[in-house]
């Protein structure tokens, strides 16, 4: 009994891994790209951050690593301000870029081994070797970086950042230009990191890669965080259901009856879909159901379909919530 | 003190330093040769001793100067701007290294190759002309003074460009002719009275003469001012670098 309970008193005693406070910046260009953003990442979570282009993602990761100075607001990593203890904040945290920027004539073994380097650990070839084997790229670690594929250069960011073993990986859009099988691989390799205790903030604005690894999801949206929810709650909250009725007699048009419910009408007239929010009290499906027992319409098979995160994100971000 | 990163920072400017080498080298070499061919035996052999030295020796001190100057500025200026140009300098921002470590090891590693030039120039003038060296300590103060303040400067001008252009406009058109003009191949008190006090206003003149004087013990001017001035700059360049960091000028947004 007593170890649930002092497990839990450790984990609801730590601290979030990063907490920012009221964040804002303001460009020279007058631009504001980010508005008092305020937002927790848990220990150990994996967390998507969720936005169109130009919501923001790019310059909110790139305040927290250190490249883009903040305009108002405060940055704690592990309890480390930013700002004045960005020593120790920095060596937390590993950062792959977005864009893929990568020297050129160094092999990828001193290139790897020379951010370890500069985030201040000693040499440590046996880790340098396993993060090569696990992107796949032990093979060519003599190889110029220049002679790599776009897909090896994007593992070979991952690698370095990995390189110095930080509790915090800042992923800026790892799929982006990714073609499938390597996406998958990169969220098996995301999945494991989080394994060893590694928190993970990913940016995307692809939804099925935050539905597909996630544990929360945020979504940015000009500059404001609009939502933060565990991924699940997400989507029950606000994910729509649609019934689907096969008819045993295809309909020419619904009937009067049943109008209340606002029902479709596939084309050749052999199904309804019935559109319901899940977290209503009441959905309506019985009461459907009894109605089209009274209009004589029959139905041989029924199927219900859940919407999608992307579905829940195009929504959110077309009408802003 | 974050060690780990300046030495790594060190050898991976160092490693691009070596796959340049003999570029880096040899140019120079053959350059300062020519110069020993042109002005030290054709031109100089009808030019007079000047303070008692023959021109071919004169002119070795300002030739390594010359050099010393150039290759500080284009190391350091290149060595900062590449990272900016290739995005790979987001590594570099997200480190926890510290202002001053980034400057020590790049301004290090650039300081670094430009002595070792430096000295292969003083080697290869030695073949054409005999050498001698009055006072070497000093000889090798001015070495160490003058690479690392002109690669500061290089340092800043790597950061202040944002296109290729920049980065060769102020070697170009600034450092190379105050060199030129700064008394590399005569001395100051050779010019009439005006261009004289002119010349006074180029900071290269203090660099060279200061130099001079430690290999031949004559000056144009008194050693103290020579390293007065050069401490001067060094001065202005590092708090220019100081106020860089501090305000991301050109590195962060
Ligand atoms: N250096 C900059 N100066 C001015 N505006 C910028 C700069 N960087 C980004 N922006 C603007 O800030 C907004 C957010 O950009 P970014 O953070 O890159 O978005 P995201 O990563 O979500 O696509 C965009 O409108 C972009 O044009
Ligand atoms: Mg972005």
Redesign the interface.
């Known amino acids: 009994m007593a170890a649930p309970a002092l497990s839990f008193a450790i984990v609801a005693g730590m601290p979030d891994i990063i907490s920012i406070k009221n964040l804002s910046k303001t460009?020279?260009s007058g631009f504001r790209a980010l508005k008092g953003i305020n937002l927790d990442i848990r220990r150990g979570e994996i967390f998507a951050l969720l936005g169109p282009n130009g919501a923001g993602k790019t310059t909110l990761i790139s305040i927290i690593?250190?490249?883009?100075?903040p305009s108002e607001g405060s940055v704690q990593v592990d309890g480390c301000d930013i700002i004045h203890n960005?020593?120790?904040?920095?060596?937390l945290?590993g950062?792959v870029?977005q864009?893929l920027?990568?020297?050129?004539?160094?092999s990828v073994w001193?290139t790897v081994?020379?951010?370890?380097?500069?985030?201040?650990?000693?040499p440590n070839p046996a880790h340098i070797e396993k993060v090569l084997r696990v992107l796949s790229l032990w093979e060519k670690k003599d190889s110029r970086v220049m002679t790599l594929s776009g897909g090896m250069k994007r593992r070979l960011l991952i690698a370095?950042a990995l390189s110095h073993e930080p509790k915090v990986l800042f992923l800026d859009e790892p799929t982006a230009g990714v073609d499938v099988s390597l996406r998958k691989d990169m969220w098996q390799l995301v999945r494991s990191l989080r394994e060893t205790g590694v928190t993970i903030i990913l940016t995307t604005h692809y939804i099925e890669e935050a539905e597909e690894m996630a544990d929360r999801v945020g979504v940015i949206r000009n500059g404001e965080i609009i939502l933060v929810e565990d991924k699940a709650d997400l989507m029950r909250k606000l994910g729509k259901k649609q019934l689907t009725l096969h008819l045993q007699q295809p309909l020419s048009h619904i009937p009067e009856a049943l109008a209340d419910y606002h029902l479709d009408l596939t084309e050749d007239g052999s199904a309804l879909t019935y559109t319901y929010e899940t977290q209503a009290d009441r959905t309506g499906i019985v009461s459907l159901l009894e109605a089209l027992n009274a209009a004589g319409v029959g139905f041989r098979d029924l199927q219900t379909t859940e919407s999608s995160l992307e579905d829940i994100f195009i929504e959110l971000v077309r009408t802003g919530q | 003190m974050n060690l780990h990163a300046i030495r790594a920072i060190y050898r991976f400017e160092m490693a691009r330093t070596r796959r340049t080498l003999l570029q880096s080298i040899v140019s120079p070499v053959i350059s300062t040769s020519l110069y020993f061919v042109v002005f030290g035996s054709a031109i100089g052999s009808r030019i007079s001793e000047i303070d008692g030295i023959s021109y071919g020796a004169f002119i070795v001190p300002g030739l390594i100067m010359l050099s010393l100057l150039t290759q500080s500025l284009s190391n350091a200026s290149f060595g900062i701007y590449f990272p900016k140009f290739t995005g790979t300098i987001y590594e570099l921002l997200s480190a926890p290294v510290s202002y001053l470590e980034i400057v020590v090891s790049y301004v290090g590693a650039a300081a670094t190759k430009s002595i070792i030039l430096g000295l292969i120039i003083l080697a290869t003038a030695g073949l054409f002309v005999p050498l001698q060296i009055q006072h070497p300590l000093w000889m090798i103060l001015f070495l160490l003074l003058t690479t690392v303040t002109f690669s500061l400067l290089g340092f800043i001008i790597g950061i202040w460009a944002d296109n290729f252009e920049k980065l060769q406009l102020v070697p170009l058109l600034i450092v190379t002719p105050l060199t030129f003009l700064g008394g590399s191949f005569y001395s100051v008190n050779m010019l009439p009275p005006f261009w004289r006090t002119v010349t006074l206003f180029n900071p290269v003149v203090y660099l060279i003469s200061g130099f001079r004087w430690s290999f031949y013990g004559v000056a144009d001017f008194d050693v103290r001012v020579s390293l007065a001035m050069t401490l001067a700059f060094l001065a202005v360049f590092v708090a220019t670098v100081a106020w860089i960091f501090k305000t991301g000028y050109r590195l962060k947004s």
């Open positions: 460009y020279a690593c250190g490249i883009v100075n960005y020593r120790e904040a920095r060596s945290i950062l870029p864009e920027a990568t020297d050129a004539f160094e001193a081994s020379f951010s370890r380097g500069l985030f201040g650990k000693g370095k």
